[in-house]
Nanobody
Framework: QVQLVESGGGLVQAGGSLRLSCAASGLTFSAYVMGWFRQAPGKERVFVAV????????YHADFVKGRFTISRDNAKNTVYLQMNNLKPEDTAVYYC???????????????WGQGTQVTVST
């Protein structure tokens, strides 16, 4: 059974940091591109960051560049999202996902976690 389980979300003040983790099981983790997306209340799910199979290539959405960093540890079957200098507009449910190709569309990712809530207060 393929599973992605996110953790690390919570409530943080603006300017603070959080590190999200996504643990994968039931799949050959290193065979998949991994991405992070987020969905705020009443809005569509949007791309945040993606990392290639071996971690050598990453791409981040413009609105998180310089603040968020995606990484992965294939030995631990885990992908991370380090989030620094958080802003209230970063409040959302954050999802990790596994896909085949390095892209930013939700349609390119076939397996999703259940999400973890990140709330940034002023």
């Amino acid at each position: 059974q393929v599973q992605l389980v996110e953790s690390g979300g919570g409530l943080v003040q603006a300017g603070g940091s959080l590190r999200l983790s996504c643990a994968a099981s039931g799949l050959t983790f290193s065979a998949y591109v991994m991405g992070w997306f987020r969905q705020a209340p009443g809005k569509e799910r949007v791309f945040v960051a993606v990392v290639s199979r071996r971690g050598e290539n990453t791409y981040h959405a413009d609105f998180v560049k310089g603040r968020f960093t995606i990484s992965r540890d294939n030995a631990k079957n885990t992908v991370y999202l380090q989030m620094n200098n958080l802003k209230p507009e970063d409040t959302a449910v954050y999802y990790c996902a596994a896909g085949i190709s390095l892209q930013t569309s939700t349609e390119g990712f076939h397996t999703w976690g259940q999400g973890t809530q990140v709330t940034v207060s002023t």
